[in-house]
């Protein structure tokens, strides 16, 4: 069974950083994309950052370039987020997400057929 398993979830002051981290297990996903999307209250889930399988590709969402990176480490199946000067608006649930077809990379959540579980995060103002 595949499962994407988030931590590092909080609650920060706005201009604060987080780092959201993602633990894949059940198989490897070192050959596919893997990326994060979250999901405010009452808003549809949104696309926030996503790696191809040897991070020389990396796409975020307009909201968050220049204050969020994405990395990823092969060896150890997993996924992060470095999130810094957080802003209120950034308050969501944040969804570790793996694609099943290799070699590939989007921004839409139609790719993803792995979803994690989701981690709070909170900004307050």
């Known amino acids: 069974q595949v499962k994407l398993v988030e931590s590092g979830g909080g609650l920060v002051q706005a201009g604060g950083s987080l780092k959201l981290s993602c633990v894949a297990s059940?198989?490897?996903?070192?050959?596919?994309?893997m990326g994060w999307f979250r999901q405010a209250p009452g808003k549809e889930r949104e696309f926030v950052s996503t790696?191809?399988?040897?991070?020389?590709?990396?796409y975020y969402a307009e909201s968050v370039k220049g204050r969020f990176t994405i990395s990823r480490d092969n060896a150890k199946n997993t996924v992060s987020l470095q999130m810094n000067s957080l802003k209120p608006e950034d308050t969501a649930v944040y969804y570790c997400?793996?694609?099943?077809?290799?070699?590939?990379?989007?921004?839409?959540?139609?790719?993803?057929?792995?979803w994690g579980q989701g981690t709070q995060v909170t900004v307050s103002s």
């Open positions: 997400v793996g694609d099943d077809l290799k070699f590939r990379i989007g921004t839409s959540r139609n790719l993803f057929d792995y």
């Open positions: 059940g198989r490897s996903f070192s050959s596919h994309a």
């Open positions: 790696i191809n399988w040897n991070s020389k590709t990396t």
